[in-house]
């Protein structure tokens, strides 16, 4: 939440992004099963994203940042887990953990039950929320980080990405779309409002005898073209 201390201070988000190596999570947390995210909640799935060049873990940088928000000698923080989604959010808090450490961030998982995650989950500094698939980026975007929206759990405000974000919506054509996110998720990138290291994947298990039936990412279940082939 970039509203509280020490995250109001984006030297010091970047900081912390800067030493996240996304490329091990997937397969250190979800077995390969996964995939790799890029820190602005826009997935490869979503017809109008667009490929960033991948951002490397850098822990000199990170270490420069830090120093450059005022916290040269390093930084302790904390961040607040429900498991609201799974234990996998937990071993997500212990890798990054290891991974901020050498840039002189010490990061404290604060574990709680779930429903006590939810009486908290928009108002605290740093929190880990599971976020369920929307059809478009563009939704998930103006829902989570549009300034002023009820969901916008990190209080991002920032003019220029709400003028990108509402240009990107305003176009039909996905291609058109396309072009125009990259610089709707370029801007959230770089602010450094979320650290996003990967996507779950979904799965189910059903009988062969059961026709028409399709996964979904949000995991409803649409019976109205299933059938039984007897």
């Known amino acids: 939440r970039i509203t509280e201390k020490p995250y109001d201070n984006i030297k010091v988000r970047q900081a912390i992004m800067a030493a996240v190596d996304t490329s091990v999570y997937n397969d250190l947390v979800l077995r390969g099963t996964g ?35 005022g916290h040269e000698g390093g930084i302790d923080i904390s961040i607040d887990v429900g498991n609201t989604n799974g234990p996998w959010q937990q071993q997500v808090c212990e890798v990054m953990k290891e991974q901020l450490a050498p840039a002189g961030i010490n990061l404290n998982l604060n574990l709680m039950p779930s429903s006590k995650y939810w009486e908290l989950w928009d108002s605290t500094p740093f929190g880990f929320t599971a976020w369920t698939h ?19 759990e990190t209080a991002y405000n920032n003019p ?8 990107a919506e305003s176009l039909v054509d996905v291609e058109e779309r396309r072009k125009a996110m990259e610089v709707v998720q370029a801007t959230l990138q770089n602010d450094a409002v979320i650290i996003q290291p990967l996507w779950i994947s979904k799965m189910f298990v059903a009988s062969n005898k059961i026709k028409g039936l399709a996964a979904h990412p949000t995991q409803y279940h649409q019976f109205n073209k299933v059938w039984v082939d007897a």
């Open 35 to 69: 995939q790799e995210a890029e820190h602005h909640h826009v997935s490869p799935i979503h017809p109008e994203y667009f490929a960033l060049p991948k951002r490397k873990r850098d822990v000199e940088l990170a270490k420069k940042l830090l120093a450059e928000g």
């Open 134 to 152: 929307r059809p478009l980026g563009t939704m998930v975007l103006s829902l989570g980080y549009r300034s002023g929206v009820p969901w916008n």
């Open 160 to 167: 220029e990405f709400d003028k990108a974000l509402t240009h």
